[in-house]
C-alpha cells in the first residue's frame, strides 16, 4: 500500500514515473521523476533524497517518458491500481506532477517533457479535473524554455507550486543552501503567477528544537505583503510540515512544529486576506 510516509521513486522499477499519496493533494499523484542522477540546483536540509548531488539531470528520453507515463495511467484509470495499492480514503488520482529528485526544469528538454504529458493526457483521456503541476523551486523561471513549459502546462489544468521556505538571505542559505536572490525570486514568481495558476509552497519546522525565529517570519510576512502591493497574482500558500525523513547531514537536527503553532502562523497570513492550506 502508498503511505504518505514513503515517496519512493523506484517502487515500481520505473525511470522517470512513480505514484505517491499526497498529503497536499488529497489522493494519488503520478510522480514524474526528470532528475534520475539525483542532481538538483539547490539542497535543502529537509530533502528526502538519498545521495543528493548538486548539478542538472541529463536529457529526458521523452520516448521512454511516454511508455511509461502512457503504461501506469491505464492501470490507475481503467486497471485495478487504485484498488491494489491505495487506501481507500484516498482513491483518487489528483494529479500528474512533475517532481522527483531534483529541480524538474533544469532538465535540458524540459518543455518536451511538458508535450509528452499533454500528448498521453489527451490520448487517454484523462478528467480534465486531473491537474498538472510543477513542483519547483522558481530558481530558473527566468530561462525562455522554462516559461514556455509553463505556459504549456496551463493548457493542461496546470499549476505551479513555487518553493519560497525563507524570506531573508541567511534563511535562505541555512534551509535551501542556496544563495537566491530576492529580486529574482519575486521576477521569477511573478512570470510563473502571469503564466500559469502559481501556488507558493513553503516547509516549515524546527532546527535545533526551535521553531523558525520571529525575525524570519516576520521576514516571510512582509513578503507577501509585498507580493501583494505588486499584484503578483499567486493563488495562494500551501503551508506544511514535515513527514518523511531527510537524508540530508543535517537530519538529526530537524522535528516538526507543533500543530498549535502552525495553526497560529497560518491565521497570520490568513488576516492578510490570502488562501492557506495547510498540511501538517
Known amino acids: 500500500m502508498l503511505s504518505t510516509r514513503d515517496h519512493n521513486r523506484f517502487q515500481e522499477g520505473y525511470q522517470y514515473v512513480y505514484p505517491v499519496v499526497s498529503r497536499r493533494a488529497g489522493g494519488v499523484s503520478l510522480g514524474i521523476n526528470l532528475n534520475t542522477n539525483n542532481a538538483c540546483n539547490w539542497r535543502c ?6 545521495d543528493l548531488v548538486r ?4 536529457s529526458v528520453d521523452v520516448d521512454a517518458l511516454k511508455q ?6 491505464n492501470q490507475i484509470l481503467i486497471g485495478s491500481y487504485l484498488q491494489d495499492c491505495v487506501p481507500e480514503e484516498q482513491r483518487r488520482l489528483n494529479d500528474i506532477a512533475f517532481s522527483g529528485n531534483g529541480e524538474p526544469t533544469s532538465a535540458p528538454n524540459f518543455v518536451e517533457a511538458v508535450d509528452v504529458v499533454k500528448s498521453v493526457r489527451a490520448q487517454l483521456g484523462v478528467p480534465e479535473a486531473v491537474k498538472t503541476v510543477l513542483i519547483t523551486n522558481g530558481s530558473l523561471i527566468h530561462r525562455k524554455n522554462v516559461i514556455l513549459g509553463i ?5 493542461i489544468n496546470g499549476e505551479v507550486w ?8 541567511d534563511g535562505i542559505r541555512s534551509i535551501n543552501d542556496t544563495r537566491a536572490n530576492k529580486s529574482r525570486m519575486v521576477s521569477n514568481l511573478n512570470a510563473a503567477s502571469r503564466a500559469c495558476p502559481t501556488w507558493i509552497q513553503t516547509c516549515l519546522f524546527k532546527v535545533d528544537g526551535m521553531n523558525p525565529s520571529g525575525a524570519e517570519l516576520d521576514a516571510y510576512v512582509d513578503l507577501i505583503q ?3 502591493t505588486r499584484d503578483i497574482p499567486f493563488k495562494g500558500i500551501l503551508l506544511y510540515g514535515l513527514a518523511r525523513q531527510s537524508f540530508q547531514p543535517e537530519a538529526a537536527r530537524l522535528a516538526p512544529v507543533e500543530s498549535a503553532w502552525f495553526e497560529g502562523f497560518s491565521g497570520r497570513l490568513r488576516e492578510l486576506g490570502v488562501t492557506v492550506k495547510l498540511s501538517i
Open 45 to 50: 536540509i529537509y530533502c528526502q533524497v538519498p
Open 55 to 58: 548539478g542538472a539531470p541529463p
Open 68 to 73: 511509461e507515463l502512457s503504461v501506469f495511467l
Open 151 to 155: 505556459e504549456k502546462l496551463a493548457d
Open 162 to 169: 513555487f518553493k519560497i521556505d525563507r524570506a531573508t538571505p
Open 226 to 228: 509585498e507580493l501583494q
